[in-house]
């Protein structure tokens, strides 16, 4: 007859540590995904104020009377979009019926890409030193005015627990359109 075995249930032990250690394992990885696409979201949203203040910028470069005449200056983007313009062959658009058309596009773009965005824009001509003719507004390269834009939008914070509320995120751009 055989003794019977001192070491009873130290495999079953041995199994409840190796499971142990893989869920620890599993709770990092989750961890690392979670943080992974909180990270990957801001990364969109960051990607998407370019593309807003790029587009902003071509629409202002396509319509230089209306940027140096301040139609496109305000500090209160999203803008209303109730105001039509109605532009035809019979009756085309003024620089400054473009400019309404331009920042209810936009404003209307900020609201749907970006969580709680607002903008300013602030073009000023001053440092081309006189006051530029409507001749002087289609010469390339610009004729010295500058134009600054800000982008403001709540962002996810990424990271640890302490980051997981919303913060607000700017970017902020000098040009010349």
């Not at 969580?115 to 006189?130: E, H, K, M, V």
Request: include cysteine; charge should be neutral; charged fraction near 10%.
């Amino acid at each position: 007859m055989r003794k019977p075995s001192c070491q009873r249930g130290v495999s079953l032990i041995e199994v409840l540590v190796a499971v142990m250690i893989f869920s620890i394992g599993l709770v990092g990885l989750a961890g690392l995904l979670i943080m992974a696409t909180r990270s990957n979201q801001a990364a969109y949203l960051r990607t998407q104020v370019v593309f807003l203040a790029h587009n902003m910028a071509d629409r202002m470069s396509a319509n230089p009377m209306a940027v140096w005449d301040g139609s496109y200056n305000s500090t209160g983007y999203p803008v209303a979009t109730t105001v039509t313009t109605a532009c035809d062959n019979a009756s085309p658009c003024t620089p400054d019926d473009l400019a309404t058309h331009d920042k209810q596009m936009w404003s209307s773009q900020l609201a749907a890409f970006l969580p709680d965005a607002s903008a300013t824009i602030a073009c000023d001509a001053s440092a081309a030193g006189y006051a530029p003719t409507a001749a002087q507004y289609g010469m390339r390269p610009p004729y010295g005015g500058n134009c600054k834009m800000t982008i403001q939008w709540m962002e996810r914070g990424a990271g640890n627990q302490a980051n997981s509320t919303a913060v607000a995120s700017t970017f902020a751009w000098e040009f010349q359109p």
